[in-house]
């Protein structure tokens, strides 16, 4: 590379008479033919070998990290392609003076001093040396070559080759294509196919491929190495399809793939994801014995297999190279970390050490990024300690910056601190990746003090500073913030160029709760997107504006837009927070049109999710059993389900499955599985969990599960086990308390209100729930004073204007203590009232006798709109069977079944039937058993039987057959029947076994 750094293009007035290739470039360079010739042959011998400027620049750091293992042949060469050094044991070669040679090398050769140029003698042509112009143009001051015997030479192939190449490198397509034009004038392109290679070369590097291709469609003449320019471009530039498409035409048209070709179509279908196709080449590799043991193409292999994921296979070509060198081992490594296979990473990394390959500073950039993927500070800290020994300085940002995120990552700070503050050069990349960092250990604070600095520093960010900035404003939930990141974006004009960004923008804005400014910045975009459309929704869900969530899936189909893999679990989610099984029902029909969203199973568990949730608990199971692949996450789900629509059996059998199909149940499934052995009672399970979690070290530091045990076991009437659960907790909160004291309150109301002054004192003030099971205690137990006093608490706190229960639950404490013209104060003063507050003003009534009250509050309630549920109908009915009031009975009946449509229940049957069995309308109360679900049900006819005392005996017989015949096996049904005999005998002055005889002479014992 040095001598094409050298050149210069000068100005009209700088020109040196002797060679004009055009009005607009000049070079001062004077070259016999026979010393542009053997550059020549230097890049051809390159070419052929396939030496890269990576590869040289590799060699030249293993030759300044150890010159003893090179050879110096610069005074026996004896032609310039014969190189200057060459490896002792791999021949590996160099020169001094070569395209490819990185920049930096010549400065490192001066302070080595050795001379820049070698010396030789070569038939007629004198020894040449550097000489360093007085003229420079360029701004990096590139050297400009003389020789001592100056001779004016024609316009040659090599020149413009050389100046092709110089173009490519500095990526500069306007003297490039003025180049192409004086070729073109020149007719070099007619009998010679190395410049017009180097042109397609020139056009790919520079991103022009539509003019590289038109270059090698008008060619007169093409080869291998015309057609390799060409796969080349549309490889490197990410056009991996046209590559292919390139290297299957090149076949079709007689020409042989060589080492070059393949190793750059092996990029093109790792980069492209085709497998089959890059599987199909490696069969045709296998037939080119010189391709099949190349280096080059082994690597190539091995990097086109990491790629594609098929790592195994990737391993498996490495173990089969002939021999492997840093390059080999670079690729393998990179692959195993880009895949997150860190702990293989590190594996090839110690093992390449063993085998004597010295790391570069790719193998670090790699190793360091598995270490802090992984959090081994240990491990990352060896690395360090290898790299420093490998002669790389922690100052140069190569290196520089992957330590810190590796040490940032790791949670090392002050560290990663250090080597940023050393950095030699201080540029954008290491100032993200110490943002990102703090960002992604929830120091976001630290991360925006970043990136303020940065600014300060004269740094302009980029976007992936601004993404990783719009993430911590974000998750502080600081709109402030985020909006003057806003105005930044703004301002440097990003917001019409990258999407990505916007997208930020939008996520910080619905996480930040401003969701009108997430709406509008999505429609500022020129062209939205399935992400912007995600993101948006996912705002909407996250901030329980569920129907907006829904709204927007709408307007996305409505654009056209087919939502993806994330999308899909947003919105079902929203349909859940909506109950809309509808909705979740064609969205799943939507799902199912795609193979891979119906098959994947994040989905899946988001399908299971909503429908559990929804309470369509078989349609879940049957989404469940059709999952090609359980997660625990699924399992989880459907648990959740049955437990939340008391199918707590269910869940218990699921979470039995799951531990025999291999699961390991987590705080997740433990948390729906102890409420529902709370709710069944299953004191034993539940207890046998608790173990479970102790013996796993759940309960260390997880207090939420800690309060799962005592709800179980308050709920179990294990209320000593709940106490030492209780008394093991990590820590306590408000939550715990409440937990112990529900449990007490529906049991032991004493220690209830214990509790209750206990968690006051220990500094955790009462909330909602804590003053509903306090309330409940007082109600029990009577104690009027402390509830006269939590209620003045809950007054000075606010909290009756925040939820209904605990007015509600008020409401009923007063009526319990028989303070109804209280409970009616507290009812008045609401302003707005439920169905369950009328319930226990109207129950309160009711159980002081007061059924005149009751029944007016109920056609009050009536009146103010609240409709009735199943317990005022229960309330009324109760109410109207313990004072006889059959008229009324019958009424409040028939408005419940007929004005709105219940289904009675069993209580509902059996009251209407106590009121009829009360009232002597035996054959009545029958008739309605007789209409109901409940014929079978042995309590109501027990009800009947009572009732029978008073009637004839064919009526006791018919009544005792149905009664036995639903619980026979139930000696109360048999006591029952007697005492009723036992009653008509007595009536009628009859003895018991001879009404017995008459009643059941037929009844078959």
């Known amino acids: 590379m040095d001598g094409l750094a050298q050149l210069s293009f000068p100005t009209s007035e700088d020109r040196t008479p002797g060679i004009s290739l055009s009005n607009s470039i000049f070079i001062q360079n004077v070259w016999t033919r026979k010393q542009a010739s053997a550059e020549r042959d230097r890049l051809v011998v390159c070419e052929k070998e396939r030496i890269s400027s990576e590869v040289l620049e590799e060699r030249w750091k293993e030759y300044f990290r150890d010159p003893s293992q090179w050879v110096d042949k610069r005074t026996s060469k004896t032609s310039p392609r014969a190189p200057d050094f060459q490896h002792k044991t791999s021949d590996a070669p160099l020169w001094i003076y070569s395209w490819f040679n990185p920049p930096w090398i010549k400065k490192e050769l001066r302070k080595r001093g050795l001379q820049v140029l070698p010396s030789f003698q070569d038939g007629k042509d004198g020894d040449f040396s550097v000489k360093q112009s007085t003229t420079a143009e360029d701004p990096q001051q590139r050297h400009l070559f003389t020789y001592q015997k100056e001779e004016e030479v024609e316009d040659g192939v090599a020149s413009y080759d050389a100046l092709l190449k110089l173009c490519a490198m500095e990526k500069d397509l306007e003297r490039g294509t003025r180049l192409h034009v004086e070729i073109v004038q020149k007719g070099l392109l007619e009998h010679d196919t190395f410049v017009g290679s180097s042109l397609i070369n020139m056009y790919a590097k520079c991103g022009a491929l539509s003019s590289a291709k038109d270059v090698f469609d008008k060619l007169p003449l093409r080869n291998e190495v015309s057609w390799n320019a060409l796969i080349g471009g549309y490889t490197h530039q990410g056009h991996g399809e046209e590559a292919i498409l390139m290297f299957e035409q ?195 604070e ?115 837009f087919s939502p993806d893999i994330v999308t899909f679990p947003c919105v079902l989610k929203a349909c859940t927070m909506t109950s809309s099984l509808d909705k979740g029902r064609e969205v799943h029909t939507h799902i199912m049109k795609d193979n891979t969203l119906a098959t994947d199973p994040v989905i899946g568990t988001a399908l299971i999710d909503m429908y559990a949730r929804c309470g369509f608990l078989e349609m879940a199971q049957q989404v469940f059993n059709k999952l090609p692949e359980c997660r ?287 009232a002597g309308h035996i054959e009545q109360a029958v008739a309605i058993i007789h209409r109901t679900e409940y014929f079978e049900d042995a309590t109501i006819w027990h009800t009947v039987l009572a009732a029978c005392r008073w009637q004839n005996s064919e009526l006791v017989r018919w009544v005792s057959e149905q009664t036995v015949q639903m619980d026979e096996k139930n000696p109360g049904s048999y006591v029952a029947m007697s005492n009723v005999i036992a009653s008509i005998g007595k009536g009628k002055g009859v003895k018991f076994q001879d009404l017995e005889s008459e009643i059941f002479s037929d009844y078959f014992w």
């Not at 052995?677 to 399970?685: I, K, N, P, R, T």
């Open 250 to 444: 090149m076949q079709g048209n007689g020409f042989s793939p060589d080492n070059v070709t393949f190793a750059c179509i092996l990029k093109a279908c790792g980069t492209t994801g085709m497998a089959d196709k890059g599987m199909q080449i490696h069969t045709q590799i296998a037939r080119y014995e010189s391709c099949s043991t190349d280096i080059v193409v082994g690597t190539a292999l091995v990097d086109m297999y990491g790629r594609l994921g098929m790592l195994i296979k990737a391993q498996e070509v490495f173990d089969g190279l002939p021999f492997r060198n840093v390059v080999s081992w670079n690729v393998l490594i990179a692959r195993y970390s880009d895949h997150e296979c860190h702990n293989e990473a590190l594996r090839c990394f110690f093992q390449m050490l063993q085998v004597g390959i010295s790391p570069t500073a790719l193998t670090f950039l790699s190793t360091l990024k598995a270490c802090g993927s992984m959090e081994v500070l240990d491990l990352g800290r060896e690395v360090h300690g290898r790299l420093i020994k490998e002669g790389f300085p922690e100052t140069d940002s190569l290196v520089g910056t992957p330590l810190v995120d590796m040490y940032v990552k790791c949670g090392d700070f002050e560290k990663a601190e250090q080597i940023f503050h050393g950095l030699n050069v201080q540029n954008v990349v290491p100032w993200n990746v110490l943002i990102a960092g703090y960002g992604q250990h929830g120091l976001d």
């Open 632 to 918: 625990l996450a699924s399992w989880n789900a459907l648990i959740a389900g049955y437990v939340q629509h008391a199918q707590n059996e269910d869940a218990l059998s699921c979470f039995e499955q799951m531990q025999l199909e291999g699961f390991i149940p987590d705080r997740i499934t433990y948390l729906s599985v102890l409420k529902a052995c709370g709710s069944l009672g299953a004191v034993h399970e539940g207890h046998a969990i608790h173990v479970q979690c102790v013996k796993d070290g759940l309960l260390d530091d997880d207090t939420l599960l800690g309060t799962a045990v005592i709800d179980m076991y308050g709920r179990c009437r294990m209320l000593e086990d709940a106490q030492d659960a209780f008394e093991e907790l990590p820590a306590y909160d408000v939550v715990a308390w409440n937990a112990l004291i529900t449990g007490y309150s529906q049991h032991a109301e004493e220690e209830a209100l214990r509790c209750f002054e206990q968690m006051q004192l220990m500094g955790f003030p009462p909330d909602l729930v804590t003053f509903i099971s306090f309330f409940r205690a007082c109600s029990t137990l009577g104690t009027i004073d402390k509830g006269l006093e939590g209620h003045r608490q809950v007054v000075t706190m606010g909290l009756l204007e925040d939820d209904m229960a605990v007015n509600n639950i008020l409401v009923d404490m007063y009526a319990n203590f028989g303070m109804l013209t209280d409970a009616h104060r507290v009812f008045e003063m609401l302003p707005a009232r439920d169905v369950v507050l009328w319930n226990a003003l109207i129950s309160g009534y009711a159980q002081a006798g007061n059924d005149d009250i009751a029944f007016s509050l109920f056609d009050q309630m009536k009146g103010e709109g609240t409709e009735p549920d199943s317990f005022t109908f229960t309330i009324l009915l109760n109410t109207c069977s313990h004072q006889g009031l059959l008229h009324e009975g019958q009424m409040y009946y028939e408005i419940m079944c007929s004005s709105y449509f219940m289904i009675p229940t069993l209580e509902h049957v059996a009251c209407i039937v106590d009121i009829f069995c009360r």
């Open 446 to 560: 630290k991360a925006f003090k970043y990136f303020k600095d940065m600014q300060l520093m004269g740094l302009s960010p980029d976007a992936v500073t601004f993404l990783c900035v719009l993430k911590s404003c974000g998750n502080m939930e600081e709109l402030q913030k985020g909006q003057e990141v806003h105005d930044i974006i703004a301002r440097d004009g990003l917001l019409e160029k990258d999407t990505s960004v916007m997208c930020a923008l939008v996520d910080m804005y619905a996480k930040c709760g401003a969701l009108e400014e997430a709406k509008e910045v999505s429609f500022e975009l020129p062209k939205r997107n399935v992400i912007v459309w995600t993101v948006l929704i996912a705002g909407y869900v996250n901030h329980e504006h569920a129907q907006q969530a829904l709204e927007c899936y709408d307007q996305m189909l409505h654009e056209g």
